[in-house]
């Protein structure tokens, strides 16, 4: 599975470790289609929790390296 997603105005930018696809969809909505192993951490972004190397409760870190910041709004709710 991907490491995470980025939402760009009605875009979802799907981030593979090989490729980048782009869809159209709520980025609400797909939470909902990936399942448990992917949770919402930012306005703008998806994680899969498989890809978390580091986290605080501020921003996780991915196996690749990207720092991603956490939401205020999603720091309470993340169950990471």
Do not use: C, W
Not at 17 to 26: D, P, Q, R, V
Not at 57 to 76: A, Q
């Amino acid at each position: 599975l991907f490491p995470y997603t980025t939402l760009f105005r009605s875009r979802i930018n799907i981030h593979t470790l090989k490729e980048n696809y782009a869809i159209y969809f709520k980025i609400s909505s797909m939470i909902d289609v990936l399942g448990g192993s992917f949770e919402r951490i930012h306005n703008s972004y998806i994680v899969n929790k498989e890809h978390i190397t580091y986290r605080t409760k501020d921003y996780v870190i991915l196996n690749n390296g990207l720092k991603i910041n956490i939401g205020n709004k999603y720091s309470k709710q993340s169950s990471l």
